[in-house]
């Protein structure tokens, strides 16, 4: 018998989060997977980041996690999204190479101290007394445990699907696993089925390029880790992405198979991704659109492979490749394989605490897909949250919450403990309310200090980030302080056709004009009398950030002082065993949401769907008495 202080299942995102961080913090670590060299291996497309979900990599980077790390070794192409609107929005992303990205994944595992890969599968879990205390595996090895982190991705009991031809599976070529929903079930779980797709794989010298509209990377992009060599960055040569289009032809050779669709026979009962539909979903869904775009992505730098992103599809082979060969660039396209659909089981998230352990099994987390998201981010940002609880449950150090204005992790995790889901969740910007302080270039500000603090981030690191931290602030208040002379700056307003100055200004005024950059109006000054001038010149992501506090002053006071005002009700504390059917002021439907998910505070309840303002009223005069 083994006996680790922590087994996590899977090696997906969330997995490799969770042990890499558990193991950094002390805890002795077994990583189950089928597989060692599937590690991180990309299931959909070869991306990380995207909108929202780029400020989650941030994040975990800032946390001491992984993914921004190996997203920069592998990417091929990098791009900020969102550019033309607000920062609060500008969200950064990288086309991967899948195979690259999963070999250096493999890498970062295995050179990890504390931390074992066992390849196995998982089929049974074991609790004594309501706590987790170890598993079975497949080949009859038992392994005791402190805690247990269930990251198994699309695995448990899949399906997947392609026209009315169902195959067991977890993900193409892989096997499902089985069993382990048994235990949970038997422990008092509740359990249900979702489904998400994936787009045929096309041959690349099958493909037109020439007709297509192209979609190079960014000249000088960014990188998702500061702990990335700027110098060296990027690191692999950097290829373009595409875009096409279908149109009412290919999207009538695709009705022709909706009677083999397993969507609608009902051959698939778990609910799709409502953000990402496949290509079936959207001609129903929205059929007064004549074309749905779609993006050509390569697969790796060696890779004859290319995804065709938007086009999702679990209908039969032979039609999905006859309407292909519609679409504009692709007449003579080869379809490597075509898409498909996995069906698979997922535990209601109403069943977690905002930690990540479950409600009725102590020691016992679940991390990921088996919480009803979509998306890598999404389940790398539970996953180092899981793994950083889990460590500090062992260790009888307090337990760790990330709240909804600190990032978007914790708008994440609270969204689906007090809304659970029954689709799967993917993250937007739209749901934080205060996006505006949550922007992916202050998470070091936000985070990096809780990294620190559990062991995750170097101190040379940290000690790097209060010097950052500490020009900010002189930044700050030599912008509030140092007038600037009409006769100085009026050149550099005429040039960028803004209104002249008659007396002095200062340079957080001026720097709140939209038609002036922060560094044209430093420029004008003299950087040898103010040594912080130079100092913001020769760091541009220091000016960066600086500019943007400036300019965006006002919204973000605004946002901070709503924040103050809703701490008031994080902190008001509801107890755990707190019995809700006993008061029949709060209505019924209140009741049973209350009941359901157990909120810690009267911030947390007031978010659960179902519970009215007027719930809220009467439970905290209740409290308050």
């Not at 060299?37 to 992984?66: F, Q, T, W």
């Not at 096997?175 to 489904?195: E, N, Y």
């Not at 209908?315 to 292909?324: G, K, R, T, V, Y």
């Given at each position: 018998m083994l006996n680790y202080d922590i087994v996590v299942i899977g090696g997906g995102h969330a997995g490799i989060e969770a042990g890499i961080a558990a193991a950094k913090m002390g805890c002795s670590v077994a990583m189950i997977t089928m597989d060692k060299n599937a590690i991180g291996r990309m299931s959909c497309n070869p991306a990380i980041g995207g909108s929202a979900k780029g400020h989650i990599v941030h994040e975990i980077d800032a946390l001491g996690g992984v993914m921004g790390m190996i997203a920069d070794q592998t990417g091929i192409q990098f791009r900020t999204l969102n550019k033309s609107k607000g920062p609060s929005v500008w969200a950064g992303r990288c086309q991967s190479d899948r195979k690259l990205y999963s070999k250096e994944a493999v890498k970062t595992v295995l050179s990890t101290n504390n931390l074992d890969v066992i390849e196995d599968s998982v089929i049974a879990a074991f609790e004594e007394d309501k706590k987790i205390t170890g598993v079975r595996t497949e080949s009859g090895t038992e392994i005791k445990c402190k805690a247990?982190?269930?990251?198994?991705?699309?695995?448990l009991n899949g399906i997947m699907h392609t026209g009315l031809n169902p195959v067991i599976g977890g993900r193409y070529g892989e096997p499902a696993a089985h069993g382990l929903t048994r235990s949970f079930l038997d422990m008092g779980f509740l359990v249900d089925r979702l489904k998400t797709g994936t787009p045929p794989r096309l041959k690349k010298d099958t493909i037109d390029f020439s007709v297509l509209e192209e979609q190079p990377g960014e000249e000088y992009p960014v990188p998702f880790s500061t702990r990335t060599d700027r110098n060296n960055f990027p690191v692999l040569p950097q290829v373009s992405c595409h875009l096409t289009y279908t149109d009412e032809n290919v999207h009538k050779v695709l009705e022709k198979g909706f009677d083999r669709s397993p969507m609608f026979t009902g051959l698939i009962n778990g609910a799709g991704p409502r953000y990402c539909p496949s290509i079936e979903d959207k001609i129903v869904r929205f059929s007064d659109k004549p074309k749905h775009q779609l993006f050509l992505e390569p697969e790796g730098l060696d890779s004859d492979q290319i995804y065709l992103n938007g086009f999702s599809s679990s209908l039969p082979a032979e039609i999905q490749f006859e309407a292909l060969r519609l679409i504009k660039g692709?007449?003579?396209v080869e379809m490597v394989r075509p898409g498909y659909a996995v069906e698979y089981d997922y535990f209601p998230p109403h069943q977690v605490d905002l930690t990540l352990e479950t409600k009725l099994i102590s020691g016992l987390y679940f991390a990921g897909q088996i919480n009803g998201t979509s998306g890598y981010e999404e389940a790398a940002g539970q996953g180092i949250l899981a793994g950083i609880n889990a460590a500090l449950k062992i260790q009888g150090k307090p337990e760790f919450i990330l709240k909804r204005s600190e990032a978007y992790i914790g708008v994440l995790i609270d969204d689906l403990v007090g809304k659970s889901t029954d689709e799967p969740y993917r993250m937007f910007t739209s749901r934080a309310e205060h996006r505006l302080i949550l922007r992916q270039d202050n998470a070091e500000r936000r985070l990096l200090k809780y990294g620190f603090e559990f062991g995750l981030i170097p101190e040379d690191m940290y000690n790097e980030h209060l010097k950052f931290e500490k020009l900010l602030v002189q930044g700050i208040d030599f912008a509030n302080s140092f007038r600037v002379s009409p006769k100085i700056i009026n050149q550099t307003l005429k040039k960028n056709g803004s209104s002249l100055l008659e007396n002095g200004e200062t340079i957080n005024k001026l720097a709140k004009r939209p038609e002036l950059k922060l560094k044209e109006i430093l420029l004008a000054l003299d950087s040898n009398r103010f040594p912080i001038i130079k100092s913001l010149l020769e760091n541009n992501e220091l000016l960066e950030h600086l500019e943007i506090?400036?300019?965006?002053?006002?919204?973000?006071?605004?946002?901070?002082?709503?924040?103050?005002?809703?701490?008031?009700?994080?902190?008001?504390?509801?107890?755990?065993?707190?019995?809700?059917?006993?008061?029949?002021?709060?209505?019924?439907?209140?009741?049973?949401?209350?009941?359901?998910v157990r909120p810690r505070s009267i911030g947390q309840a007031s978010r659960i769907s179902g519970v009215s303002p007027a719930d809220i009223s009467v439970l905290m005069i209740y409290l308050k008495n």
């Amino acid at each position: 018998m083994l006996n680790y202080d922590i087994v996590v299942i899977g090696g997906g995102h969330a997995g490799i989060e969770a042990g890499i961080a558990a193991a950094k913090m002390g805890c002795s670590v077994a990583m189950i997977t089928m597989d060692k060299n599937a590690i991180g291996r990309m299931s959909c497309n070869p991306a990380i980041g995207g909108s929202a979900k780029g400020h989650i990599v941030h994040e975990i980077d800032a946390l001491g996690g992984v993914m921004g790390m190996i997203a920069d070794q592998t990417g091929i192409q990098f791009r900020t999204l969102n550019k033309s609107k607000g920062p609060s929005v500008w969200a950064g992303r990288c086309q991967s190479d899948r195979k690259l990205y999963s070999k250096e994944a493999v890498k970062t595992v295995l050179s990890t101290n504390n931390l074992d890969v066992i390849e196995d599968s998982v089929i049974a879990a074991f609790e004594e007394d309501k706590k987790i205390t170890g598993v079975r595996t497949e080949s009859g090895t038992e392994i005791k445990c402190k805690a247990l982190i269930v990251a198994s991705g699309t695995f448990l009991n899949g399906i997947m699907h392609t026209g009315l031809n169902p195959v067991i599976g977890g993900r193409y070529g892989e096997p499902a696993a089985h069993g382990l929903t048994r235990s949970f079930l038997d422990m008092g779980f509740l359990v249900d089925r979702l489904k998400t797709g994936t787009p045929p794989r096309l041959k690349k010298d099958t493909i037109d390029f020439s007709v297509l509209e192209e979609q190079p990377g960014e000249e000088y992009p960014v990188p998702f880790s500061t702990r990335t060599d700027r110098n060296n960055f990027p690191v692999l040569p950097q290829v373009s992405c595409h875009l096409t289009y279908t149109d009412e032809n290919v999207h009538k050779v695709l009705e022709k198979g909706f009677d083999r669709s397993p969507m609608f026979t009902g051959l698939i009962n778990g609910a799709g991704p409502r953000y990402c539909p496949s290509i079936e979903d959207k001609i129903v869904r929205f059929s007064d659109k004549p074309k749905h775009q779609l993006f050509l992505e390569p697969e790796g730098l060696d890779s004859d492979q290319i995804y065709l992103n938007g086009f999702s599809s679990s209908l039969p082979a032979e039609i999905q490749f006859e309407a292909l060969r519609l679409i504009k660039g692709l007449e003579n396209v080869e379809m490597v394989r075509p898409g498909y659909a996995v069906e698979y089981d997922y535990f209601p998230p109403h069943q977690v605490d905002l930690t990540l352990e479950t409600k009725l099994i102590s020691g016992l987390y679940f991390a990921g897909q088996i919480n009803g998201t979509s998306g890598y981010e999404e389940a790398a940002g539970q996953g180092i949250l899981a793994g950083i609880n889990a460590a500090l449950k062992i260790q009888g150090k307090p337990e760790f919450i990330l709240k909804r204005s600190e990032a978007y992790i914790g708008v994440l995790i609270d969204d689906l403990v007090g809304k659970s889901t029954d689709e799967p969740y993917r993250m937007f910007t739209s749901r934080a309310e205060h996006r505006l302080i949550l922007r992916q270039d202050n998470a070091e500000r936000r985070l990096l200090k809780y990294g620190f603090e559990f062991g995750l981030i170097p101190e040379d690191m940290y000690n790097e980030h209060l010097k950052f931290e500490k020009l900010l602030v002189q930044g700050i208040d030599f912008a509030n302080s140092f007038r600037v002379s009409p006769k100085i700056i009026n050149q550099t307003l005429k040039k960028n056709g803004s209104s002249l100055l008659e007396n002095g200004e200062t340079i957080n005024k001026l720097a709140k004009r939209p038609e002036l950059k922060l560094k044209e109006i430093l420029l004008a000054l003299d950087s040898n009398r103010f040594p912080i001038i130079k100092s913001l010149l020769e760091n541009n992501e220091l000016l960066e950030h600086l500019e943007i506090e400036l300019k965006y002053e006002g919204y973000i006071k605004r946002q901070y002082e709503l924040v103050e005002k809703m701490e008031k009700l994080e902190e008001t504390s509801i107890p755990t065993d707190f019995n809700y059917q006993n008061l029949n002021t709060i209505s019924a439907e209140g009741r049973e949401k209350l009941s359901k998910v157990r909120p810690r505070s009267i911030g947390q309840a007031s978010r659960i769907s179902g519970v009215s303002p007027a719930d809220i009223s009467v439970l905290m005069i209740y409290l308050k008495n």
